[in-house]
């Protein structure tokens, strides 16, 4: 059953750049379409949560491999959409930010194919990033299961205005692997050669430098002025980590968040983002609550 009493029934598709397999996604109308690693000798694996743990790709990134991420292919797309549209009269999908990937502009051209004409629409992101697609998807959820909302077009107005509140942040772990594919090189490049120094970087289309620091704890001054000052109240926080992150790095950073009294909870950043960032990165996802 596709349609009840003339409703549009949508389905949200992410990919696995927006989520890290969360519980809180789980028996909504949200698919995930897998990205790629690709190893130093050319083989290629999905990201999907079981595989990555089982070929210990975040282990191999912490001892230095050089595992490359890619997009799924046009024909995965096809089949994806081809999929969801044997249970959904609409798939909404929400991708990568098209400054980490290319898979933005490969699910634009997919989707304009004409079988997909009124049954497949893909928002042109370009600032939203890790679990901030995640809580998108979530708050657009919301709204089609209370009724607010029931059409593609007015999920990109709602996206829209969702996305003009939010704050995406991170703390890379490794500079010069975050760097090497030209992603936020500009927003780093004078600190590249100095040695431990931290950098926050604020994510959107243009990534741009928020704070430097020889600490962790230095870095978190800013977070807690730019929370305290503009999203106290009506916001919540997804403070994220790689499964590898130092104790020293995560433990810094959450302590700051407790004893500000900031309003967060915590979930291991998407792999995709520790292929391009290192193991001990970290971030700071703050949206409107949902709900």
């Known amino acids: 059953m596709k349609e009840i009493e003339g409703i549009m029934k949508i389905v949200i598709l992410l990919d696995s750049s927006g989520t890290n397999s969360s519980e809180k996604i789980k028996g909504k109308a949200i698919d995930v379409l897998p990205l790629h690693f690709t190893f130093p000798n050319g083989t290629d694996m999905l990201d999907i949560p079981a595989e990555v743990e089982k070929r210990e790709i975040i282990k191999l990134i912490s001892e230095g491999v050089d595992i490359k991420t890619s997009q799924a292919s046009p024909g995965e797309v096809e089949n994806k959409y081809d999929e969801l549209l044997e249970k959904y009269d609409h798939v909404y999908h929400i991708p990568i930010t098209g400054n980490l990937s290319s898979m933005l502009q490969t699910a634009m051209m997919v989707s304009r194919d004409e079988k997909y004409e009124g049954k497949v629409t893909v928002y042109e992101n370009l600032n ?17 299961d209370k009724g607010e909302i029931s059409t593609p077009e007015e999920i990109t107005s709602a ?32 600190v590249l050669n100095i040695l431990k120094t931290k950098v926050l970087i604020k994510w959107e289309a243009e990534p741009k430098k928020e704070a430097i620091g020889r ?12 929370y305290s000052s503009t999203y106290s109240n009506g916001y919540e926080m997804v403070f994220v980590r790689t499964a590898l992150t130092s104790k020293k790095i995560y433990e810094a950073a959450r302590n700051v968040l407790i004893e500000n009294k ?20 970290i971030g700071f996802i703050i949206t409107k609550k949902i709900g």
């Open 159 to 190: 996206i829209n205005e969702y996305e003009k509140s939010m704050y995406i942040a991170i703390v890379p772990g490794d500079l010069k692997r975050l760097t090497s594919g030209g992603r936020g090189k500009k927003a780093v490049t004078t």
């Open 215 to 226: 600490t962790i704890n230095s870095i978190m001054e800013k977070i807690v002025k730019v």
């Open 128 to 144: 939203i990033a890790a679990q901030a697609i995640e809580q998108t998807a979530l708050y657009i959820s919301n709204l089609l």
């Open 262 to 281: 900031v309003n967060f909870s915590e979930e291991l950043i998407p792999n995709i983002y520790t292929a391009h960032a290192g193991v001990d990165t």
